[in-house]
Nanobody
Framework: QVQLVESGGGLVQAGGSLRLSCVASGRTFSSKPMGWFRQALGKAREFVAA????????YYADSVKGRFTISRDNAKNTVYLQMKSLKPEDTAVYYCAADSSTARAMAVTGTYDYWGQGTQVTVSS
């Protein structure tokens, strides 16, 4: 069982930056690919970014490529999402996720085994 707790969300103006953090419980963090998903009001949850167990491979949705960066610190059981050049359409609840397969699978299938409670990101125009 993996428990995930996100933090770092908030209100920011368009063009601004935020960094989300997700702390995972348990000793299996380094064995799991991690990812971020988001869900805007009235829309389906969508894939944002994923990172492999070692951190060597990363995957991004086209909508955030070049603006968002996913990273992880296995010593701290933490995964991050650095978000820059934020746009109003980035407004959503952001969820941290962990999976038992691969980061590429998370990106392609949009599925995962564990997720956190989410953190709200609001970008004003």
């Amino acid at each position: 069982q993996v428990q995930l707790v996100e933090s770092g969300g908030g209100l920011v103006q368009a063009g601004g930056s935020l960094r989300l953090s997700c702390v995972a419980s348990g000793r299996t963090f380094s064995s799991k690919p991690m990812g971020w998903f988001r869900q805007a009001l009235g829309k389906a949850r969508e894939f944002v970014a994923a990172i492999s167990r070692s951190g060597e491979s990363t995957y991004y949705a086209d909508s955030v490529k070049g603006r968002f960066t996913i990273s992880r610190d296995n010593a701290k059981n933490t995964v991050y999402l650095q978000m820059k050049s934020l746009k109003p359409e980035d407004t959503a609840v952001y969820y941290c996720a962990a999976d038992s397969s691969t980061a590429r699978a998370m990106a392609v299938t949009g599925t995962y085994d564990y997720w956190g409670q989410g953190t709200q990101v609001t970008v004003s125009s």
